[in-house]
């Protein structure tokens, strides 16, 4: 069906795609290689007819443009979280924990405005893109164009405002260079979230890879220098830092679009835009209420618990999302899948559970055991999150069902029923979280949103494992 669309819409697929998306099926002739494979390997026809199956089932899992798009956002993840673990280790022992939580909770409000004011733009452009590419150039400018003007508008009253609501947050954003920091940052992360979208849309996840290694290298380098030249002990260097690189980064990436866009329009067309206008609202308060809770937490602790005690969580979250964030990635990539297409929706959400399953049973002893260890790394004051981290790494599982229940409303077009659902789970996440908080501190809000979590998971299972049963009955007839 996806590729009947877009013959319908005159667009072309590149031809490797196609290839890797037929050798993921799984077929016949997959499991004859692999058994003739598996027997000259492994010394003996019934050895490799033992094994045939299960490598054959795992070449299908593993491939598929899919799971190589995901592994793309997987491997920025790695990338980015490895080389964000040395920014902020060298942040632990350059700066007070203070200072750390401070700029880490000023950092995570910036990115929670950017998801408010992308206006569901960045995941509308993974659904329209992938069907029809003939106006790419025209619909990826207008739409970064269009959230970065509401951004500057939204974001200098959110900074006022924040400085003058939180005690915490007052010493960043009390005076004029906070504010611009505080709106630059929020402008230029809200861009970012729409143009690494739209290289995931157009199958060519290795762009959005180049561009936040170039972001993480750059504001890793900048940050000692920042330090020592503009010491504040409201961290307004660690922002700047932040701030630099994204900066940078960005100047690779029109270039890039515009090889993959060569030919097309420019012109900026917001009507076209307005006639999606019930579209974008439905991928708005989906994302709103999916990615609200995990950056509204980092700033509810530190105004509860407090900025030192928010740095160690910080880092705690840091260390988990290298594992939490991979039912997210490969959920996100679903979005592509066309509009009604069950088959393939079946298909590839029976290929992305299975692999967040096998990461969930691994992750969760490995937090288990090093937790201590891992956050001993920081410091002392950073231990205090060692409890923390060993509940988020259980997240895994509960993530996974919430992330596809998200990716199979999208495709089925249920959007209204599912950001209802999903808003009441991003006020447990909250609540939760802030009592948790309020009673044991950073432990208590991992344990409130680990609790959160698990209430979700039953609530969203019925969907996601109903595709997983039409999976299950595809494969037996």
């Known amino acids: 069906m996806r ?50 199956k299960p490598i054959a089932e795992a070449r299908a899992v593993l491939e598929g443009p899919v799971v190589r798009n995901a592994a793309y956002l997987y491997g920025t993840t790695i990338l980015t979280s490895f080389l964000g673990f040395l920014y902020w280790f060298a942040a632990a022992r350059m700066v007070p924990p203070q200072t750390v939580g401070i700029a880490s909770a000023i950092q995570s409000a910036a990115r929670f405005l950017s998801i408010f004011c992308v206006l569901g733009l960045n995941t509308l452009l993974i659904s329209e893109l992938s069907s029809d590419r003939r106006h790419a150039r025209s619909l990826i400018l207008t739409a970064a164009a269009g959230v970065g003007m509401f951004t500057l508008a939204v974001s200098g ?86 701030l630099s690189g994204l900066i940078v980064s960005l100047v690779f990436v029109p270039r890039w679009l515009g090889q993959l866009t060569s030919g097309q329009s420019s012109r900026l067309d917001f009507r076209r835009l307005i006639a999606k206008r019930r579209l974008m609202l439905g991928h708005h308060s989906l994302n709103i209420s999916f990615a609200s809770p995990g950056l509204i937490t980092p700033v509810l602790v530190a105004t509860i618990v407090g900025a030192g005690a928010n740095a160690a969580y910080t880092v705690a979250m840091l260390v988990a999302s290298f594992v939490n964030i991979i039912p997210f990635h490969l959920s996100t990539v ?54 923390a981290l060993i509940i988020m790494g259980f997240n895994t599982y509960p993530v996974a069902i919430k992330a596809h229940f998200v990716a199979i409303s999208r495709v089925r077009g249920r959007m209204k029923q599912a950001a209802l659902w999903t808003m009441v789970g991003a006020f447990l996440e909250v609540g939760l979280a802030a009592v948790g908080a309020v009673t044991y501190g950073v432990t208590g809000a991992a344990v409130g949103l680990f609790i959160a979590l698990l209430v979700e998971a039953v609530l969203y299972s019925p969907v996601v494992f109903g595709v997983l049963r039409k999976a299950r009955l595809g494969l037996r007839e």
């Not at 400085?163 to 809200?190: C, E, K, R, W, Y």
């Not at 290694?213 to 503009?230: D, E, R």
């Not at 899948?337 to 069950?342: A, F, K, L, V």
Request: proline share 4%; with cysteine.
């Open 3 to 52: 590729r009947e669309s877009a013959l319908r819409h005159g667009v072309t697929r590149p031809r490797s795609d196609i290839q890797v998306e037929t050798r993921g099926l799984g077929c016949a002739s997959d499991v004859t290689e692999a058994s003739r494979q598996s027997s000259g390997r492994f010394g003996g026809p019934r050895v490799g007819r033992w094994l045939a």
């Open 334 to 387: 679903l979005f592509a899948i066309s509009h009604g297409d069950e088959a393939t929706l079946s298909r590839e959400v029976r290929k992305t559970m299975r692999i967040c399953l096998v990461v969930a049973l691994v992750s969760a002893p490995f937090f288990l055991l090093f937790s201590g260890t891992i956050l001993a790394f920081f410091g002392p004051t950073y231990e205090m999150a060692s409890s």
């Open 157 to 242: 009253i959110a900074g006022i405002g924040l400085g003058m609501l939180s005690t915490t947050l007052h010493p960043g954003l009390s005076d004029a260079s906070g504010i611009i920091v505080f709106v630059l940052l929020s402008v230029f992360t809200t861009v970012m979230l729409v143009l690494d979208d739209s290289c995931i849309a157009l199958l060519r996840g290795d762009l959005q890879l180049k561009r936040n290694t170039i972001f993480a290298v750059s504001k890793l380098l900048l940050l000692p220098l920042l330090i020592l030249v503009w010491p504040n002990p409201a961290g307004t260097e660690l922002q700047v830092a932040w």
